[in-house]
């Protein structure tokens, strides 16, 4: 027995057993203005499954500019996506180390400011990844260099031109530090607006440095993206914990302030660090299962602050950039004494001296062993004193109610270098400062 294959049914054969009848292109009959899926051999050409995400070319355009007083990536707005790297430096006198700086520049010049990839000899391995395509796009990327104490203490070359209070960071009685997580010679702060972005910048400076720096660790964070309110105000981004996170920061745009809060100035520093920046990072999970079962009026004790708003507790309809008043407060009645905000800055003459810049993200690294979410805060501050700043506020904080719900696992402190001008390199004045030594 032969089966017979049925004949493929064509549009006018379908319509047909519904009983309608094609009249110059549209449907009539019975059923009315009846939509039918449009058929394979009539399929208008449109969007795949696999087409790329639209992208927007105003905001692949923007550049921050690279040379100035001090590095970007700082007082540099918060773009959406960041990475920060940790490398461990493989050089054997100060000449290498000058080579490195150089081609470091070089680099981070080329990947913020974008360009044309050059060509090269197909037999030979391409000059980029590829992954951002022939023309690199600045996409608002800021690559901020520091070096860490282990590097001063390991070369006899930098004896003796350590920034002041640049040191190891020490272990806080609510620390689990994971010695992977931790410290490093030189750090890489990635900012950008699209995580690719910073992708194929560590990827370049990982191929162009391979002989001078090897990986230690590296966390990928976020910023999520936040509508502007009705008068063009945009409020701080949410941390995993659903509250607002940088409520409180000090006015990046005065500079006066800055160079009081954020740039080391300072007689007892090395004059070539003149400029720079102290930068305290910490890997903070947050333990976001147990959090999200906490009653509201806990989770706002513990913070300070309304977890809808961000306003401070005394003053609930206010906004969150609204200063609670613990004055009228002295008991604690409105903004408990050990709630985070009131213990980070309890608002005193004394405690301004204790501000700090920071620009956290947050991150997620998947699920751990035991099934949680492997969830929490990129903490990343810039100050002009790392010990009166980051230090100062994280031993007041120490015992805080929120350590039930947090667990710092590892980050490190590092020396932001002071920026440069066009025609020099990153670290300059700190290879000329030990050609003198």
Request: hydrophobic share 40%; glycine share 10%; aromatic share 8%.
């Amino acid at each position: 027995m032969i089966r017979q294959t049925p004949l493929a049914v064509t549009r006018r054969d379908l319509l047909g057993r519904l009983g309608l009848s094609v009249l110059g292109g549209t449907v009539a009959g019975g059923l009315g203005p009846l939509a039918l899926p449009a058929l394979a051999d009539e399929a208008k050409p449109g969007h795949q499954v696999v087409d790329a995400p639209a992208g927007h070319a105003e905001t692949a355009a923007q550049s921050v500019p690279f040379y100035g007083p001090h590095q970007a990536g700082i007082l540099t707005p918060r773009p959406a996506s960041g990475i920060f790297a940790s490398f461990d430096i493989v050089v054997s006198s100060l000449d290498e180390f000058e080579q490195m700086l150089k081609l470091l520049t070089e680099r981070t010049v080329f990947l913020t400011q974008g360009g044309e990839v050059p060509a090269r000899d197909p037999k030979l391995p391409p000059t980029d990844s590829g992954l951002l395509g022939p023309v690199i796009a600045p996409d608002n990327l800021t690559i901020t260099l520091g070096l860490g104490a282990s590097l001063f203490e390991r070369y006899d070359w930098l004896a003796g031109l350590k920034p002041t209070r640049l040191q190891r960071m020490m272990q806080f009685p609510n620390d689990a530090l994971d010695p992977a997580l931790c410290h490093g010679d030189l750090s890489l702060q990635f900012c950008a607006n699209l995580p690719d972005t910073n992708i194929h910048a560590l990827r370049d400076i990982l191929k162009n440095l391979s002989e001078f720096l090897v990986m230690r660790w590296m966390i990928e964070g976020f910023v999520p993206p936040v509508p502007p309110a009705a008068d063009g105000s945009t409020p701080s981004a949410r941390n995993f914990l659903g509250f607002r996170d940088g409520s409180a920061n000090p006015d990046a745009n005065d500079a006066e302030l800055m160079d009081q809060v954020v740039w080391t100035h300072g007689a007892d520093e090395p004059e070539w660090a003149h400029g720079g920046s102290y930068q305290a990072v910490r890997v903070i999970r947050n333990f976001v299962e147990r959090w999200d079962r906490a009653p509201l009026s806990e989770q706002e004790n513990i913070f300070g602050r309304t977890k809808v708003s961000g306003a401070p507790l005394d003053a609930p309809e206010a906004s969150e950039y609204d200063v609670p008043d613990y004055a009228a407060d002295p008991d604690g009645e409105k903004t408990p004494p050990d709630s985070h905000i009131r213990l980070a800055n309890p608002r005193t003459p004394e405690s301004a001296r204790n501000l700090m810049l920071r620009r956290p993200f947050n991150y997620s690294r998947g699920v751990q062993k035991n099934g949680q979410l492997d969830q929490g805060l990129l903490f990343i501050a810039y100050q002009a004193d790392l010990e009166a700043g980051f230090i100062a506020v994280q031993n007041r904080l120490n015992g805080e109610p929120l350590e039930e719900y947090i667990k710092p696992v590892g980050g490190g402190y590092f020396f932001a270098l002071p920026g440069v001008e066009a025609g020099d390199y990153l670290g300059s004045s700190l290879v000329k400062a030990a050609r003198r030594s």
